[in-house]
């Protein structure tokens, strides 16, 4: 396989939104939960999810493209990513495109320049209230976030333990560390060590 050419390094990336868009929309609509151990056709998705079947089916081919599902004969089966936008999958990743698929997150990337011209966070100019000013008024988004993170930390216990030495440390604190158990993972390998954890108002 040869590198890519400059065109198609900057080709690619100016088009990723549009696949980060369709992974967001996707776990939205919980298609992952309605493939199951057999192919199933976009049209039978899209009525299981209420959706517009020739719609569905673009997502899906531009998706596959991405081994985020493969495209079996007349319909679409699972690959290992898209086993992870399953609700029920021990591993699940579903709460991550959609929490980065709400609108405040989709506004506020919209507004970046604002950050590169001012050195600001964008987040001021979409949310005033801030992070968790605009969840507390959302109970059902700052759900998915909950979610999204906690997905975010199980993923990466194995890298954060194989990357880091805990044994130096006597106490070891996870600060807005949600349902703790990143920090029980870390304690577990350190024994000598205590933890404490705390979790960001939401």
Known sequence: MTDPQPHEITWTLTNAEIASRCLH????????DAVGDQPVTAEALASTCAVNADALHRVLCLLADYDVFQRVRDGFGHTAASQLLRTEHPMSMR???QMMGQPLFCDTFGQLGYSVRTGSPALQTVEP???WGYYQSRPEEGRIFGQAMAAKAAADVASVLSAYDFD???VIADIGGGRGHLLRAVLDATPNAEGCCSTFPQ
């Open 25 to 32: 929309v996707v776990a939205e609509l919980g298609v992952a």
């Open 129 to 131: 209230k801030g992070l």
């Open 168 to 170: 130096r440390f006597g």
């Open 95 to 97: 709460a991550f495109p």
